[in-house]
């Protein structure tokens, strides 16, 4: 046979399958949405697998942690999801927003655009917003949110009004004298 005809055969397959791998890569890349995870410590599971940080999340993903880990998935504009030490969770998500159910453990919702819909163990579904958590029992965590009745505010106010007071008498005490590094005798250069 003749070489051109060989090198159109070739070049014709080679753009081809260029063209079939371009279109599959962006039908694929339209038709799910994913997350990233964010990895503190070492250890955390995604699907039964070691993960780092960087590595995409799919819907119906299963994030683990143990002990000494905690992770956060971020959804794009979805939301983020903190999955703390000792929990496991499986994320759902899609367009419209992010669903999960907890197996053990607790997640808390750090930002999310929609209410984030939470199945626990004993089968409730806890709707969640930005700041709030749930524990795999199905019950809100114990928060410190420092309300003690106000009393570092007091703190604040004290060291606030001592700092003033000590302010408004030094500028208008009768004393008009400024040492500023000892006695000695200033030399003007212009006389």
Known sequence: MNSKLWIRKALSACLSISLLATC??????????????TVAGNGVLVNGE?????????SSSTVTTPADASAIVGVGKLGKIEVAPNSSVSLSFDEKGISGNLSSGKITVLGAANA????????????????????ASGLAPQTND????????????????GA??????????????????????????VR
């Open 24 to 37: 599959s890569a962006v039908a694929l890349a339209n038709s799910k949405v994913s997350g990233e995870l």
């Open 50 to 58: 070691a993960a780092q940080s960087g590595r995409s999340i799919f």
């Open 116 to 135: 984030v819909n939470v199945t626990t163990v004993n089968g409730s579904t806890v709707s969640l917003t930005a700041g709030q958590s749930v524990l």
């Open 146 to 161: 420092d309300d003690d009745g106000g009393t570092a505010w007091w703190a604040f106010a004290a060291v606030l009004i």
């Open 164 to 189: 003033s007071a000590l302010i408004i008498y030094a500028a208008t005490s009768d004393n008009d004298r400024i040492a500023l590094g000892g006695t000695g005798t200033v030399v003007s250069p």
